[in-house]
């Protein structure tokens, strides 16, 4: 009877290398999922190289070969129990663990500390920079280390967010709404104010133009206010100059290619065939 229940059951065949029972006898078979027919068996030395393979190629867990992987077939979770470590080992295995979930958050922490610290150089070097070296140095040898820490950092952060005010396009519109009441034109037919070649807002630009602001206030204070005494003042006056003329130019160029833009004709197709037939 139990020969007749041997020959019934069919061979074994290994879904990896597709050896059969008969092959080795002294294999290690497992059933280790909810498949059945030609993929219920498997080698154990098959399965083991098979789920190395799969860790490497979804790049591992930490937890050893065939945690987290699955039937390809059925979709079932191998159940895979490994050897009880060591303490030294899972207190190893922990601290990677740790680690590796901290450094993302480390990593930004580092990057936004490299930030600060680099505006509160800039800060710093502006300050110098406007007041001369010594006054600037000890202006804030005397201050309170909290305000430095706090206004030194605030300095660039003001200059960007003022260099991001387009307070040029609304003299521009001013400007043109005046001039459409003054010719009897009706005033909401403007056209959008045309943008010069780069004249749309950029971050590097911005960035770039609103760092080298005080540098460029601090030259032309002495070069225009020598007979103002104090270097603070001569920096406003420089910048506030510098300000006021850039924005005046710009003003002018928009102004000047929204004219030119209203003026504009567009011509006709010329026609080959008549201007052939033409005397």
Not at 8 to 17: G, R
Not at 79 to 102: E, N, T
Not at 106 to 114: F, R
Not at 222 to 229: E, K, P
Request: charged share 20%; with cysteine; glycine share 10%.
């Amino acid at each position: 009877m139990a020969a007749l229940l041997d020959e019934d059951q069919p061979e074994k065949h290994c879904w990896v290398c597709f050896a059969t029972e008969s092959d080795d006898h002294s294999a290690q078979w497992l059933s280790p999922c909810r498949c059945r027919g030609c993929t219920k068996w498997i080698h154990q030395s098959c399965l083991q190289r098979w789920l190395d393979e799969k860790q490497r190629g979804i790049g591992g867990d930490g937890d050893g070969g065939g945690a987290g992987v699955c039937c390809p077939q059925c979709g079932t979770r191998y159940h895979v129990v490994f050897p009880k470590m060591g303490p030294l080992v899972f207190f190893l295995q922990q601290v990677d663990r740790a680690l590796s979930r901290a450094s993302p958050f480390a990593a930004m922490g580092a990057l936004v500390g490299t930030a600060y610290w680099s505006a509160v150089t800039y800060g710093a070097v502006a300050v110098m920079q406007v007041l001369g070296h010594k006054k600037g140095l000890n202006m804030m040898e005397r201050a309170d280390p909290i305000f430095l820490l706090v206004g030194l950092p605030a300095i660039p952060v003001v200059l960007v967010l003022g260099k991001m005010v387009r307070w040029e396009d609304v003299l521009v519109r001013f400007w043109l709404r005046i001039s459409c009441h003054r010719q009897h034109a009706v005033s909401n037919d403007l056209r959008p104010l045309p943008g010069a070649p780069g004249d749309h807002l950029s971050v590097s630009r911005t960035l770039c133009g609103a760092l080298v602001l005080p540098w460029i206030s601090s030259m032309l204070g002495r070069l225009l206010f020598r007979g103002v005494t104090s270097n603070l003042r001569q920096a406003l006056l420089g910048g506030a100059t510098f300000v006021l003329l850039k924005g005046s130019l710009k003003v002018y160029v928009k102004h000047q290619q929204h004219i030119m833009q209203t003026k504009r004709n567009i011509l006709d197709y010329p026609d080959t065939r008549d201007t052939a037939t033409s005397p």
